[in-house]
Nanobody, 122 residues
Framework: QVKLVEDGGGLVHPGDSLRLSCVDS????????MGWFRQSPEKEREFVAS??????NPAYADSVKGRFTISRVKNTIYLQMDGLQVDDTAVYYC?????????????????WGQGTQVVVSS
């Protein structure tokens, strides 16, 4: 089983960049598809990006396509967020799914990180 720890959130201005990271401290990453979701107040948790256990086939929500990049190196995944907008403000959660197909729904996730806050404000 994975134990996911996120880092990298913060307060930035519109147009700025941030890079989130997620480490699996249990070392079981290799068999899991990984990704990111986000949740803002009074909204449901929504899919942001995913990547396969092998680090291939990145997928993105339409709202972040062309601005965010997901990558995977050993037991760490990253979310490079460029051109941040006020609407990107949310708590970002690292997510893992053991085996099977990639995911785009929160209900498909088997393991969650604790979340990291991203605030984009002028």
């Amino acid at each position: 089983q994975v134990k996911l720890v996120e880092d990298g959130g913060g307060l930035v201005h519109p147009g700025d960049s941030l890079r989130l990271s997620c480490v699996d401290s249990e070392g079981a990453f290799s068999n899991y598809h990984m990704g990111w979701f986000r949740q803002s107040p009074e909204k449901e948790r929504e899919f942001v990006a995913s990547i396969t256990w092998s680090g291939s086939n990145p997928a993105y929500a339409d709202s972040v396509k062309g601005r965010f990049t997901i990558s995977r190196v050993k037991n760490t995944i990253y979310l490079q967020m460029d051109g941040l907008q006020v609407d990107d403000t949310a708590v970002y959660y690292c997510a893992a799914k053991f085996g099977g197909a990639l995911f785009d729904l929160a209900s498909q996730i088997t393991d969650w990180g604790q979340g990291t806050q991203v605030v984009v404000s002028s």
